[in-house]
């Protein structure tokens, strides 16, 4: 399910229409700003853009979708041959979406889990890939048996900073996008019925003060030391932050969407609109009418 954008949100929907036309050079697929290919990824943005406005979802894009299906899972492009669980999940959201989920392969959670874990039952991946993985599953309505449910949370435990945030693999420094992946990936277990992070109530109140703390003179920053911030950094954050029970940060959000508003209907942190800052700017401001409405 998606929010849309408030309608008191000081956008030009029909502006914001014209930049996605601009990026589809046909019906259903969709070029990153800078790329020269169309790809999942691109789609799955433009979809998301196009639901938040409450317009409904081209069907060509299950024209693209199926064209990079690869026997059980997908490929970001239709030329590349390998399949990749960056590209499974963007095509499951989509379809999840589109409200067609049936168009999802036979045996979902096999294919997922397959990808995930190596022959001896062990995390294959890092949290990136496992956050694509479980994030397709639960776009799928299916779950991971709980045995490997289990080894997934241990994992996300072990990728936990002692001062708080989370990292891409055990031992690395945490950062903003994989605590936001960390935490929403145990709020789907949690559902679950895996309980290990709700349980460490020091390591719940030690999370939200390292997310707190990236944010600071009006910005969300990769991790409380850096001065990088950009708006995937303020979603990233701001979603973090809605995991972790924390105030919604007007200030970082508002200033970060107002920065990179372009005359061409987009977002970007740049001097170009992207689809995907787009999104982010999007869905920044559907968080706070969600956080203002609840």
Same mark, same amino acid.
């Given at each position: 399910m998606?929010?849309?954008?408030?309608?008191?949100a000081?956008?030009? !929907?029909?502006?914001?229409?014209?930049?996605?036309?601009?990026?589809?050079?046909?019906?259903?697929?969709?070029?990153?700003?800078?790329?020269?290919?169309?790809?999942?990824e691109?789609?799955?943005?433009?979809?998301?853009?196009?639901?938040?406005?409450?317009?409904?979802?081209?069907?060509?894009?299950?024209?693209?979708?199926?064209?990079?299906?690869? &026997?059980?899972?997908?490929?970001?492009?239709?030329?590349?041959?390998?399949?990749?669980?960056?590209?499974?999940?963007y095509?499951?959201r989509?379809?999840?979406?589109?409200?067609?989920?049936?168009?999802?392969?036979?045996?979902?959670?096999?294919v997922?889990?397959?990808?995930?874990?190596?022959?001896?039952?062990?995390?294959?991946? +890092?949290?990136?890939?496992?956050?694509?993985?479980?994030?397709?599953l639960?776009?799928?309505?299916?779950?991971?048996?709980?045995?490997?449910?289990?080894?997934?949370?241990?994992?996300?435990?072990?990728?936990?900073?002692?001062e708080?945030?989370?990292?891409?693999?055990?031992?690395a420094?945490?950062?903003?996008?994989?605590?936001?992946?960390?935490?929403?990936?145990?709020?789907?277990?949690?559902?679950?019925?895996?309980p290990?992070?709700?349980?460490?109530?020091?390591?719940?109140?030690? +999370?939200?003060?390292?997310?707190?703390s990236?944010?600071?003179?009006? !910005?969300?920053?990769?991790?409380?030391? &850096?001065?990088m911030?950009?708006?995937?950094?303020?979603?990233?954050?701001?979603? !973090?932050?809605?995991?972790?029970?924390?105030?919604?940060?007007?200030?970082?959000?508002?200033?970060?969407?107002?920065?990179?508003?372009?005359?061409?209907?987009?977002?970007?942190?740049?001097?170009?609109?992207?689809?995907?800052?787009?999104?982010?700017?999007?869905?920044?401001?559907?968080?706070?009418?969600?956080?203002t409405?609840?």
């Open positions: 998606t929010s849309h954008i408030p309608t008191s000081c956008l030009d !929907a029909p502006l914001i229409r014209r930049f996605l036309a601009d990026r589809s050079p046909a019906p259903g697929i969709y070029v990153e700003t800078g790329e020269a290919q169309p790809t999942l691109a789609l799955r943005w433009a979809a998301e853009i196009t639901s938040m406005l409450g317009d409904p979802i081209d069907e060509e894009m299950l024209v693209f979708i199926t064209a990079c299906c690869r &026997s059980e899972a997908f490929a970001m492009r239709v030329e590349q041959f390998e399949p990749d669980l960056g590209a499974t999940y095509a499951t989509v379809l999840a979406l589109a409200q067609h989920r049936s168009l999802l392969p036979g045996h979902f959670v096999s997922i889990a397959q990808r995930l874990f190596a022959a001896n039952g062990a995390i294959a991946v +890092d949290v990136d890939g496992l956050f694509y993985g479980i994030r397709a639960e776009e799928a309505a299916l779950r991971l048996p709980r045995r490997q449910a289990e080894q997934a949370s241990a994992f996300i435990c072990a990728c936990a900073a002692p708080g945030g989370y990292a891409v693999r055990p031992g420094v945490a950062d903003i996008e994989r605590t936001y992946c960390c935490l929403q990936m145990q709020r789907i277990l949690n559902h679950g019925g895996i290990r992070w709700r349980e460490d109530k020091m390591r719940a109140i030690r +999370d939200a003060g390292w997310v707190d990236c944010m600071r003179e009006k !910005a969300v920053y990769l991790t409380p030391q &850096s001065e911030t950009s708006l995937a950094a303020t979603y990233w954050g701001t979603h !973090a932050a809605r995991l972790c029970g924390l105030p919604f940060p007007e200030a970082q959000v508002n200033d970060a969407v107002e920065a990179a508003w372009r005359s061409d209907g987009g977002f970007g942190n740049g001097d170009r609109a992207t689809l995907w800052d787009t999104y982010c700017a999007l869905r920044l401001l559907s968080f706070g009418q969600a956080w409405s609840s």
